[in-house]
């Protein structure tokens, strides 16, 4: 069956750029969006179709998607963009797939 | 502005069917445009897909849940429910609904409810 990973944690400082990593066999050739989900609140969509940005989600959010890996990127992090992180893609079964899921801590 | 609400009882007894209805104000379910998702969080971890419903009533379940799981829709009330049936400890969660867009091989889940915690347990 098909399979997301995520690192389980990544830390970094306020104003850093944190890198999160989802890896699935040839996940590049599908899409992938990331959902961010606060503590004690329900996932928000915060990048889709790989790059894409709804509507009010901050520009220093982004995602790229290439080979087995998809990236979501947090530019100028912020003490407010501490969250768990979930990617998700779309497989041959007609069903949804999360990744494990990042921690990241703004130090 | 789209919303989502989960209800439905907080507390399961094992073997028993969890029922859980999701209320949508702010849009219509009786559209081509969107399916409406279910999906869960055991306490500590990560999410998992449940199923999701069409308009006509067309459902897919996430096949490790499939033999116990049904969807349906109320569209005189704008409401999609979802039944679990033979609920052990495992299906202890925070349940969610959600509204989900299709285009070709991409699906994504755009607006999310709040949260529902089921606790299965005698």
């Known amino acids: 069956s098909f399979e997301l990973t995520q690192p389980p944690s990544v830390s970094v400082s306020p104003g850093q750029t944190a890198s999160i990593t989802c890896s699935g066999d040839e996940l590049g050739g599908k899409y992938a969006c990331w959902y961010q989900q606060r503590a004690g609140q329900s996932p928000v969509l915060i990048i889709y179709?790989?790059?894409k940005r709804p509507s009010g989600i901050p520009e220093r959010f982004s995602g790229s998607n290439s080979g087995n890996t998809a990236t979501l990127i947090i530019s100028g992090i912020q003490a407010m963009d501490e969250a768990d992180y979930y990617c998700q893609a779309w497989d041959d079964n007609n069903s949804f797939v999360f990744g494990t899921g990042t921690k990241v801590t703004v130090l | 502005q789209l919303q989502l609400q989960e209800s439905g009882p907080g507390l399961v007894k094992p073997s028993e069917t969890l029922s859980l209805t999701c209320s949508v104000s702010?849009?219509?379910?009786?559209?081509?445009?969107?399916?409406w998702g279910w999906i869960r969080q055991p306490p500590g971890k990560g999410l998992e897909w449940i199923g999701r419903i069409y308009y006509s009533g067309y459902s897919f379940y996430n096949p490790s849940l499939r033999s116990r799981v049904t969807t349906s829709l109320d569209t005189s009330r704008n409401q999609f429910s979802l039944k679990l049936s033979s609920v052990t400890a495992a299906d202890t969660a925070v349940y969610y609904c959600?509204?989900?867009?299709?285009?070709?091989?991409?699906?994504?889940?755009?607006?999310w409810g709040q949260g529902t915690l089921v606790t299965v347990s005698s």
């Open positions: 179709q790989d790059t």
């Open positions: 702010g849009g219509s379910i009786f559209t081509s445009d969107y399916y």
């Open positions: 959600a509204r989900v867009y299709c285009s070709g091989n991409d699906c994504y889940l755009d607006h």
